[in-house]
């Protein structure tokens, strides 16, 4: 697939929650439109896919949006936002990125993911959430201790599941032992780390992916893409190749109640720090009980 790349200035960069992420925080922000990796394993069943005010006619992963001015439209809308979420929503929370990874490839060459950080650390919100795919989070480790000093700082690790490759989908855009080395580095950098299984993939050793989770995460988030898709049923990955290639792993991995089963699962390892949809993404965390 042909990779179409622009660079826009925007006027604001703060978006105001809503939907899925209202209970998560008060503001998303995002240095691109589009993502490079809509074209790999992530992207087959990535809910940002459905939505089509953010395709604008295009095909998911075709296209990235660079927005130049990033660091300077949250500097010019700091006040204003903040402000705003003290009042409405209690706190100043911002979710980095709901529908772009702040670290696609490109990030290495516009680094707006790294000037917005850097503004952020003259002017914090109350809480910051890092959610990307990729290992290239640890790229700005000589950051992020200015940053933990001034928020509350969280980074949401993606790692769908145990396996590289699920039956005819393409490869990750990072392998899963890369992004488990970059959460062991986060952590050891005294850092906070949640891994997010969103959505979950067909787990083949449970017991030892929710090990190594313990030993590089302290907490882990599990979604499942019925009622995390945006539908109530999953409808909207229903249309995707995704299904299809999870029941050809294990069959009842498409049913809501397998997430609930590796939950159990991911209890015995990281005991009250399993967060379960919404709740988990806002960073409650708690035992896995039978009703969950």
């Known amino acids: 697939m042909t990779l179409h790349c622009t660079t826009v200035e925007v006027r604001n960069i703060l978006t105001r929650a809503s939907g899925y992420l209202r209970p998560v925080c008060s503001h998303s922000l995002q240095p691109y439109r589009g993502c490079t990796y809509g074209s790999a394993l992530c992207g ?33 809308g700091y006040a204003r936002e903040r402000a705003w979420a ?52 640890t790229d700005y480790l000589e950051l992020y201790p200015a940053l933990a000093a001034r928020t509350a700082l969280r980074f949401h690790l993606s790692i769908e599941g145990d396996l590289d490759r699920l039956p005819g989908l393409p490869p990750p855009a990072s392998t899963v032992e890369r ?67 999870m029941r050809l792993v294990v069959s009842e991995s498409t049913q809501l109640e397998y997430r609930q089963a590796m939950a159990r699962v991911a209890e015995r390892h990281l005991p009250g720090r399993v967060g379960l949809g919404q709740a988990g993404f806002a960073g409650r965390f708690g035992p896995v009980e039978a009703d969950r």
């Open 44 to 76: 087959v069943g990535c809910y940002v896919q459905h939505n089509p005010w953010l395709l604008r006619g295009e095909r998911w992963g075709s296209f990235l949006e660079a927005r130049s001015n990033a660091a300077a439209a949250y500097r010019a």
């Open 86 to 137: 003290q009042r409405a929503r209690g706190r100043f929370s911002i979710f980095l990125s709901s529908s772009c990874d702040p670290f696609v490839p490109q990030e290495r060459e516009h680094r707006l993911t790294h000037a917005v950080l850097a503004a952020m650390v003259e002017l914090p919100p109350d809480e910051l959430i890092v959610q990307t795919h990729s290992h290239r989070v």
């Open 179 to 245: 992004r488990l080395a970059a959460a062991a580095e986060l952590r050891a950098a005294d850092l906070r780390v949640v891994i997010t299984c969103a959505p979950l993939h067909p787990l083949r050793q449970p017991e030892v992916f929710f090990r190594r989770i313990a030993a590089v995460a302290d907490a882990v988030v599990l979604d499942h893409f019925i009622g995390g898709d945006g539908s109530r049923d999953g409808s909207r990955t229903a249309h995707t190749q995704l299904p299809a290639a």
